[in-house]
C-alpha cells in the first residue's frame, strides 16, 4: 500500500500586482496513514498555500509552477478539475483558522454539516441530517444545536462544529490549518484533545498547520519546518525538537519560552522575514544565519536525508549537496 | 513594501515641514498610480477634454450661443457652417454645445463642492461626536434621503423662484449632500473604532486634533473620490432640471439645449443631432467622472485593494 | 510606585457587566507585573482603567504612594463607616489617586452662573420658538406652507421608514404609536365627517372652528416653547453640571502629566499606527500635544532619542516612512519609541508581541526589558501566554471573570500554584519541548457569561475540585438531578422542579418519600466525588407531597494572603470563616 | 412660482372679482390658518383631498387613477431591473477580470451616466413610426411612444385588446426606466459579490467540492443579496426620480407626468398629496426590505 500523500517538490505562484510571488518552492513532506504531520513555521512562510494547493483550492491568482502530491498513488496535480470535485472532503477535507469565517452565516449549521454527505454520498436529506446530528455529538454538542446559525456559537463550539464538518465523509486525511489560534489557552486545549481523540478513534491521518511550534510538540509525530516558501527541516517530533539540526529549526525552538523549563529570556533570531518576490540568493535563510558562509550566498542547499526520516536543507551538513539546476522558468514582468 | 529613498534629514525638522514631506510622497504615489490605471487615466483624458471645451469655449465656439446667426434663419437644418443647424431663435447649436460645456461643468463641480463640503461637515461631526446629536442629525439626513430627489428638487428650485447660477448650484448642493453625509459618517464610525485613534487619545490629543489629524485624513480619499461621483450626478441633476425648464434661464445649458430640442419636435423635423450631441455631451462628462471617480476610490480605498 | 485599585466598570446599557470586579493590586518601582488570564477575563479593561481609557466605576488608582501612607490607606479603607477614617481617607485619596473626584458643595458665584445660564436657555428656548412661528405668519393660508407641512409630514414618515433595520424593534415601536395617536386624531374627525354627511350643515357643526378658537398663535408659542424650554434647560444643566465635574475632576495630579507618565504599547502594531502618518509624525506626536516640546530642533532630537532607544538605527533612515513600508517588528518599534518619547516611568503593555512573528517577538521583548533597566521604567505586562509571564514576570496576577484568583511571585504562581484554576491554566500551556510532558487538567466548558457570574465562587462550575461551600445553585443541582433522571436513575421519583422558594424539589414517584429519600442519599454519597454539583446538597427532607432539598450555605472566597507576597481567592486554600449552618433538615 | 394660487386661475381682471370671491370661499382660503390646518388634517384621513385648482376634479380620483400607471410601470420596470441586474452582476462577478466583467462594467458605467430623459428621447426616435432605422432595416419595429393606451377617450376595458395595447404601450417606458437604473443594481451586485467571494466560507464551500455554481447559488448569493436589498430600497426614490422623467418624455400620465403639470399650474392640493404619496412610497418600500432582511439573514434579530 503507498503512502497516504507524498508531496514532491510543490512549486506555487501567485502572480500580483507587485510582481510574481513565490509562495512555496520545492515543499517536500510525507503523510503515512493515521499519522499526525506538524507544518510549522511563521507567517508567510507558505503554510497555508500548501494547505489550499493539496486540496487544488489555490485562489485564481496562484498556480502549481512544478511537482506532485500523490494521493494514495495518484498524482493530483494533473486531475482535472470536474475529478478533483470528488475527491475533495471525501478523500481529504479540512479545517480553517477562522472557523467564524469559515461558516456560512446565513446557513443552519446542520445543513452545512449535511451538505457534503448529500453532495458525495448522494443520501437522501433525512440521513444526512442524522449523521450530521451524530458528528455533533462526536465533537461534544448536543445534537439539539443542528439548526442554528454560526454566530449562535462561541468561538470553540464553532471549530467543533468545523470539525464535525470536516469528519462528514470519513476522509482519510484531514487538514487543520491553525485550528486554534485565536482561541484562549484552555479552549486550544480542549479542541486538540478532541482532534488527538478523533484521530486515535478514527485512524485518520492529519496534517496540523500551526506558527506554535508548542502545539505540535504535543500532538504530532512528524513534524516539517517551512522559511519562505521552503522546506527547511523535516523529522519526528522528539528528534527534531531535542536536536534541531538546521539553524533556523534552532533559533525557532530556542525562540518559544518554555514554562516547563528553566527561566530564560528567549533567544531571538535577527532580522526580518525576506520578501517573497525578490528572495535572498542561495539559501533563502542564509541573511539571519549567524552560521552563514560564502558557499550559502551563492548555492541553494537540497534537502538531504540525515539519518533515517531526518532531512534538512543546510550546508552545515556535508552530505548535502546544492540544488540540481532546474529549468529556467519564464518570469513575466 | 517600495524601497525608500533616504532623506536628507537637517537638525531640526519643523512640523511644517514634516508635513509637506509626507503630503508630497503621498501624492506622488497617488499620481504614478494613476498614471498606471488604464481606466484612471480613460477618465482622466476625457475630463480633461471637456475642461478644454469650457475653458476654450470663446475661442472655438464660431457663434455666440445666445445670438442669432446673421446669415440663416431660425431651424435651419444641419449642414455648412452650422453642423448641428440653428435653433428656434436662428442661434448656432454648434456654438451653444460648446458654450453649455461651461454651465454644466461649472454647475456639476460647484454643486458638487457645496454637497461635499455641507456632507462631510455633517457626516465628521455626526460619526465622531455621535449620541443624540448623531442620533437627530442621521435622522434628518434619512429624511432628506427619502424622499424622491427629483420631488425635492424641483420643490425647492419652485420656492427659491430666482434661479440664476447661484441659486441652481445650491439647490443641487443642498440637495445632493445626504448621501456624502452618509458615506462619510460610516467612514468616520469605522476609522473610530481604528486603535490609532485610541492610541491619539492615549498621548492626551484632544478632540479637535484627532479629528483633523487621524480621522479626517483617513477619511480623506474616500470623500474625494465621493466628491468625483457627486459631480457626475450633479451634472445629471442639472440637466434634468433644465429639461424640465427650471434651471438657469439666462445661460445655455446641454439639458436646456435638449429641452429645446424636444419642444420644437427636434426628431421630427430631421434635426436629430439638436438633441443627440448635447446629450452624448453629457453622457460622455458623466462616463468620465465616473471612470475616474471609480478608479481613484480604488486606488485610495485599500479595502478594495485586494490581490 | 504603588497602586490598589477597587472597581466595577460599567458595560452596555441593558445590562451591567462587572468586566472587572474589585481588583487590588500593587506595582513597585521597577519591576515587571504580569496579568494574565483569557480571554474576556478583565485583563484589559484593568490596563485601561489603569489609564483612564476607560472610566473605572469605584475605586481609586494610587499613584506614587509611600509605603506607610499605603499602609494607613489600607487600614482605614477597612472602616468605611468611621467618619474620621473616612477623612483620612478622602486625604489620601486626594494627594494620591489619579482618579479622585472631588465633591464639594456649590459656591455661590457657581450657582449664580449656573442658574443664569439655565435662565437664558429657558428664556432662548421660549423665545426662538415663538419669532420662528411668528416668522412663517398665515402658516396655513399660504400653499406653499401647506406644501411644506406636507413635506414634513412626509418627513415624519421617511424618518419612520429610513431607521436602519437593526433598530427595527424600535422602528416597529414607534409606527405603534403613531397608529394610535393617528386613530385619535381620524376617529373624531371621521364621526364629524359622518354626522356632516348625515346632517348635511357645515356651518352648525365646524369642527375647524370649534377647535381654533382657543388655538392662538400666542398659546401655541408658549406651549411648544415650554416643551423646547424643558429640553433645552434639562440639556444644559446637564452640561453645566458635566462642565464642573471636568475642571474640578483632577484635583492635585493634572491629566495631561499623568499621560506623560503612564503609557500604553498597543497589541496590534499593524493597526495602531496611523498609515497616514509618517515614523516622524507618529513619534514628535506626543510631543506637540502635551507642549513638551515645542522647539523644532528639541523635538528632532528627542524623536531620533526614542527611535535609537527602541533599535532603529540609524534614526534617520525611518523619520519619513510611512507605517506600510516598516515590518511588524519595525511597526512595534515605533509605536514604543512613540511612548517612550514622553519618557514615562510606568507602560502598561497590552499583548505587545502576540500579534508578532516569534522570531521577532523576542527582539521586542528584550528592547523592553533593556529600556525597564537603562530608563527604570516599570511595566504592567498583559498577556494570555502564560509561558512568557513565566520568562519575563517579576509577580504574576491570574484572573478569572474580573476577579483576581491568584497573585504573588513567578515561581509562587507558575512554580507552586494553588487554585485549581492556575493549576489547571499552567498544566494545559503547551512546551516546545517534547520530554516536558505533563498531565492536563481540560477544564469542561467555557467561560460563563460576564452578565451573568455564578455565585459563590465564580469558578465553582468548572472547578474539578470544588465543594460544599463553593456556591452551587438550585438550578445547578436540580439539572444535575435531571440528568441522572434521564439516565434511569432516580426511579422514585416523578420529577424535578424547583419550588416557590428557589429549592429543589422532587415530586414523588412510586415508592413513597422514605424510598426516595433513601436512594437520594444513597446516591449522593456514592456519586458525589464525579458527579460535583451533588455536593452542594446539605440535606434531604420529605415535607407535603414532596422531597425538598436544601443546600450548603456558600460564599464568594475573598483574596486572601496565604504566604508572604502570595495570596489566593479559594475556599480550597483558605477555609472559609465559619458560615453559620442554619439550613438543616 | 409661490403666490395667491386663485390667482393662477382667474384672470387678473376687475370683472371677474366676483368669480374670484367665490373661488376663495369654495377652497376655503379665507378662513383663519389654524381652522384650515384643522379641516386640511381631517381631509387627509378621510381620503377628501380636495379639488384640483386645474381639473376641478377631486385630487383623490386623479391620484389614484394616475397611482395605478405609475405602479404598473414602475413595478415592472424594476422587476426587470433586478432580475437582469442581478444576473448580469452575479455573472460579472464570477467572471471577474474577463472580458465579459470588463464589458458589462463598462456599459454599466456608461447607462449610469446618461440622463433617463434623454436615453427616453432617444429610444422613442428610434421607435417611433417611420424613425430612421425603419427607412433602413426591414422589419424594425414601430412602437407607441406616448399614452398608456390607444385612444383614451374610450374609457378602459378589461379585454384581450387593451391589456395587449396596454402592454405594447408599456414597453417603451418600462425599457427606458430599466436601462436608467440597471446598472446600478448590476454594479453594487457585483461588488456585493466579490466581496462575499473573498470570504473563507466560501473557500470551505469549494473544499467540500460543490460545483461552481453549487457554490454560487447556496453560499455566495445569499450572502451577497442582504446588502442588495437594502441598497434598493434606498434607491428607490431615484427609481421614482427617473419615473418622473419617463412619464414625461413619454406622455404617460402618471404621478410624474401630473407633477410636472401641477408645478406648471400651480395646482397646489394636487402637489401637496404627489409629496405625501411620494414619502409613503419611500417609506413602504424601507418597511418591506426591512421584513426581507429579516428573512434573508438570521443574524438580524428582533429584540
Known sequence: MPTLLEVRDLTIEFRTKAGIVHAVEGASFNVERGEAMGLAGESGCGKTTTALALMRLLPYNGRIVRGSISFEGRDLVPVPEDSMRAIRWKEMSIVFQGAMNSLNPVQRVGRQIAEPIMLHEEAEPEASFKRAGDLLELVGISRNRLNDYPHEFSGGMRQRVMIAMALACNPKLVIADEPVTALDVMIQAQILDLLERLRRELHLAMILISHDLSVLADTCEQVTIMYAGKTMESGKTMDLFTDPKHPYTQGLVGAFPDIRGPRNMPEAIPGDVPSLISPPSGCVFHPRCKFAFDRCTKAEPALTELSVGRRAACFLYPQVTEVPPRPIAITEV | MGTVDVVKVPGAISPFRARATVVSRRMQDIGLQVFHNKTAMAGLIILLFFTFLAVAAPLIAPYSPLTAVPDVGPLTLPGGVHPFGTNQFGYDIYSQVIWGTQISLLVGVLAAGVASVIGTAVGLISGFVGGWIDEVIMRFNDVVLSIPWLVLMIVVAARLNYLDLAGIILVIGLTGWSVTARVVRSQVLSLKERMFVERGRMIGSSNAHILLRHIFPNAFPLIFANTILTVAISILSESVLAFLNLSVKSNVSWGRIIAEAYQHDALTIGMAAWIIVPGLCIVFLVFGFYLFGYALDEILNPRLRRR | MRKGLLRELAGGKPLWVRAVDGVDLDIRRGEVFCLVGESGCGKTSTGKAILKLVEATDGDILLEMPEGEARAYEDVRQRPDDPEARKTLDGLRRKYSVTWKESLPWTVEQALKSAGAFLAAVFLAIVAPSLLLAAVVEPFGDPWSTIGLCVSIGLILGLIGSLPPTRLSRRTRVILTLLALGSIIVAPISALSLHRALVGDVSRFDVGAALATPWTQELAAMLVGFAFGAIAAGGSSSLLLDWRSRSEGMAGIHMRSIRRRLQLIFQDPYESLNPKQSVYEIVSEPLAVNRISTNPGETSALVREALTDVGLRPPEEFLFRFPHELSGGQRQRVSIAAALVLQPDFIVADEPVSMLDVSIRTEILQVMMELRTRRGITYLFITHDLSLAWVLADRIAVMYLGKIVEMGTTEQVIGHPMHPYTKALISVVPSPDPRHKVERIILKGERPDPSDIPPGCRFHPRCPFAFERCGWTAEEVADQLRSLKAGGMLATASGVDLSDAGNVRLSMGGGGPDALVRELNALVSERRETLLPLKGIAAVHATNGFVELSLHASSEPPLLEIEPGNSVACHLVSPPATVSESLTA | ?303
Not at chain 4, 405609475?70 to 455573472?91: F, H, P
Not at chain 4, 395595447?165 to 446598472?183: C, K, N, R, V
Not at chain 4, 401637496?272 to 414619502?279: D, H, P
Open chain 4, 1 to 303: 412660482m409661490p403666490g395667491d394660487p386663485s390667482l393662477s386661475i382667474i384672470p387678473r381682471d376687475p370683472k371677474f372679482r366676483g368669480l374670484r370671491d367665490y373661488m376663495i370661499s369654495f377652497f376655503g382660503l379665507d378662513r383663519p390658518q389654524w381652522e384650515q390646518f384643522v379641516i386640511y388634517l381631517q381631509r387627509l384621513f378621510t381620503l377628501d383631498w380636495g379639488v384640483s385648482y386645474q381639473d376641478h376634479r377631486p385630487v383623490a380620483d386623479i391620484l389614484f387613477h394616475d397611482l395605478g400607471w405609475t405602479l404598473l410601470l414602475v413595478g415592472t420596470s424594476t422587476i426587470i431591473t433586478i432580475l437582469i441586474g442581478i444576473a448580469v452582476g452575479a455573472y460579472s462577478a464570477v467572471r471577474r477580470g474577463k472580458a465579459f466583467d470588463f464589458v458589462s462594467t463598462g456599459i454599466g458605467i456608461f447607462l449610469y451616466g446618461m440622463p433617463i430623459f434623454w436615453l427616453g428621447l432617444v429610444l422613442q426616435s428610434a421607435f417611433r413610426k417611420n424613425s430612421v432605422f425603419q427607412t433602413w432595416i426591414p422589419g424594425w419595429p414601430a412602437l407607441p411612444t406616448s399614452g398608456y393606451y390607444d385612444d383614451r377617450l374610450i374609457p378602459w376595458n378589461w379585454d384581450i385588446v387593451h391589456l395587449a395595447d396596454a402592454g405594447l404601450h408599456l414597453l417603451l417606458p418600462a425599457l427606458t426606466l430599466s436601462l436608467g437604473t440597471l446598472a446600478g443594481i448590476s454594479l453594487v451586485m457585483r461588488n456585493s459579490l466579490i466581496d462575499v467571494m473573498t470570504e473563507d466560507f466560501v473557500t470551505t464551500a469549494r473544499a467540500k467540492g460543490l460545483s461552481p455554481r453549487q457554490v454560487l447559488r447556496r453560499h455566495i448569493l445569499p450572502n451577497g443579496l442582504p446588502p442588495m436589498v437594502s441598497l434598493i430600497a434606498l434607491d428607490i426614490a431615484f427609481i421614482l426620480g427617473g419615473a418622473y422623467q419617463v412619464e414625461v418624455i413619454f406622455r404617460y400620465q402618471g404621478i410624474g407626468f401630473r407633477t410636472i403639470e401641477a408645478i406648471g399650474s400651480l395646482d397646489y392640493p394636487l402637489l401637496q398629496f404627489i409629496i405625501v404619496i411620494g414619502g409613503v412610497a419611500v417609506v413602504l418600500a424601507n418597511l418591506l426590505s426591512d421584513f426581507l432582511l429579516l428573512w434573508l439573514d438570521p443574524r438580524i434579530k428582533i429584540s
